[in-house]
């Protein structure tokens, strides 16, 4: 099946944000994609990352999963949201929340992100934990194709890039990172990180990114693409507004694990 990673800039506008999103989600189905996967924060990128504590949505209710609902219903799709803010018990944090929409626009899986991102070299500094509650549990789901077997799918945002013991308690056939690496973090690791969770797992890896100057100031590497089991990029766009779209054979993940059956030769 064809996978498709959607690539934007994003600002602090939401409505202007959900629209860029919506139209990129049209073209990845025009392009015969049956799943497209949003970048982290798609749908906000404000000038102070208190911003978002504003725009935080409970479970089910709001503009911005009301969009990824329809947009996977009309459009036939499996919509993976990127990340949005969802409301916490604590009004001064979120979770950063990637929400899974079926092909009826119901709603088959949640995960907060994990690791939250920490960085200061002296000119740049982040730290999620600020406004952003972690989340606890990896979480997969099992998507079925039009043709072909149900595959195991992998959730993960960004920063857990940098974490492989998550990827291995993942165990999927294909593993999801939205994300919006810096440009400096990501000049320098985000291919070769997202290769090496290829490798090591033996799964495609689907990363769609933010990639490009924003209104805040920020700049984001962008680069999405798609890796095969074997560490190949398939397909990529470095930056802009933008859909990466790629085919998922099962054919190639079965014969990958067993040319080279690293999975079974695991010790620890």
Not at 68 to 87: E, H, I, M, S, Y
Not at 154 to 170: H, I, K, N, T
Not at 216 to 237: C, E, K
Request: hydrophobic share 40%.
């Amino acid at each position: 099946m064809k996978i498709a990673a959607l690539q934007m800039v994003s600002g602090p506008d939401l409505t202007s944000n959900l629209n860029t999103a919506h139209q990129l989600l049209e073209q990845a189905a025009q392009l015969g994609a049956e799943l497209a996967v949003l970048p982290e924060y798609f749908c906000h990128m404000g000038h102070r990352d208190t911003d978002k504590l504003a725009l935080a949505e409970t479970p089910g209710h709001g503009p911005i999963q009301a969009m990824l609902r329809q947009a996977a219903k009309d459009l036939g799709l499996w919509v993976v949201g990127g990340t949005l803010p969802l409301a916490t018990p604590d009004p001064q944090h979120v979770s950063n929340t990637t929400l899974v929409y079926d092909p009826d626009g119901e709603c088959v899986a949640r995960y907060d992100k994990i690791h939250l991102f920490r960085f200061d070299n002296g000119r740049e500094r982040y730290d999620e934990s600020a406004v952003l509650v972690r989340g606890h549990e990896p979480v997969t789901f099992a998507l079925t194709p039009r043709e072909g077997p149900a595959i195991r799918v992998g959730l993960s945002v960004c920063y857990d890039l940098r974490f492989p013991e998550l990827y291995r308690l993942l165990a999927a056939d294909l593993l999801l990172v939205p994300a919006a690496f810096t440009y400096t973090t990501g000049q320098a690791h985000w291919e070769v990180l997202l290769r090496a969770r290829a490798v090591e797992n033996q799964a495609y890896v689907l990363a769609s990114a933010q990639g490009g100057e924003h209104p805040n100031g920020r700049r984001t590497w962008g680069h999405s693409m798609v890796v095969d089991p074997w560490g190949q990029v398939l397909a990529s766009q470095a930056q802009g507004n933008g859909v990466v779209v790629a085919e998922l054979t099962h054919a190639q993940l079965t014969l990958t694990r067993r040319n080279l059956p690293a999975l079974q030769h695991r010790v620890f």
